[in-house]
């Protein structure tokens, strides 16, 4: 199974940007990986945030973003909120079987 | 309103089985591709596997790791999905979540998750 890797943690001023990045162990992280990404506080259920690269839910802040870069899938933060401190995990999907990453937790 | 609600959790010995079940209201489950994601306590999220709509093949996806031990399946006469499990390892101590994330007639992306329901594995 591959792995997908994750920074363990990052760490945004208020009002400050941050990218968070999401890597293959088996090359670069295309469309075809329909990559997702959830936000997870503590003691609540994930959260989808980003969808098939970067779509947005209707309750997705404006201020979060999904694209790829450099190979990897990435989801980047404008204007960090301090609600938005939380766990977020991206997913890649391989041949229709899903894979999450380690996780980053980020704090503002 | 979508519910989700998970039943069938509980300490179970290694070696043991175990049906979960995830109640579904609020939307036509025959059209759901749902998915089951799991979490052990203090650690990252973990893709089980899927199931696609009837009217999308009803494909199922397994993750590598719970392959031959695991088992996907729905009742869409009944809005209920259900993860088998079998032969389980105290490593399957966690948290099981059911994740209902689209609507195949409608095309529409969504996002709903169970209560969770905690399975522990222990002698």
């Known amino acids: 199974q591959a792995v997908v890797t994750q920074e363990p943690s990052l760490t945004v001023s208020p009002g400050g940007t941050v990218t968070l990045t999401c890597g293959s162990s088996?090359?670069?992280?295309?469309?075809?990986?329909?990559p997702y990404w959830f936000q997870q506080k503590p003691g609540q259920v994930p959260r989808t945030l980003i969808y098939?690269?970067?779509n947005k839910h209707s309750w997705t802040p404006a201020r979060f973003s999904g694209s790829l870069l450099g190979g990897k899938a990435a989801l980047t933060l404008s204007g960090a909120q301090p609600e938005d401190e939380a766990d977020y995990y991206c997913?890649?999907?391989?041949?229709?079987?899903?894979?999450f990453g380690t996780g980053t937790k980020v704090t503002v | 309103e979508v519910q989700l609600v998970e039943s069938g959790g509980g300490l179970v010995k290694p070696g043991g089985s175990l049906r979960l079940s995830c109640a579904a209201s609020?939307?036509?489950?025959?059209?759901?591709?749902m998915s089951w994601v799991r979490q052990a306590p203090g650690k990252g999220l973990e893709w089980l596997g899927r199931?696609?709509?009837?009217?999308?093949?009803?494909?199922?996806d397994h993750a590598a790791p719970v392959k031959g031990r695991f088992t996907f399946s729905r009742d869409d006469s009944k809005s209920t999905l259900y993860l088998q499990m079998n032969s389980l390892k105290t490593e399957d101590t966690a948290v099981y979540y059911c994740?209902?994330?689209?609507?195949?007639?409608?095309?529409?992306?969504?996002?709903?998750w169970g209560q969770g329901s905690l399975v522990t594995v222990s002698s």
């Open positions: 997913m890649l999907s391989y041949s229709g079987a899903g894979v």
């Open positions: 098939d690269t970067s």
């Open positions: 199931i696609k709509s009837k009217n999308d093949g009803g494909t199922i």
């Open positions: 088996t090359g670069a992280v295309t469309s075809g990986h329909y």
């Open positions: 609020g939307f036509t489950f025959s059209y759901a591709w």
């Open positions: 994740y209902y994330y689209y609507d195949s007639s409608t095309h529409n992306h969504c996002d709903y």
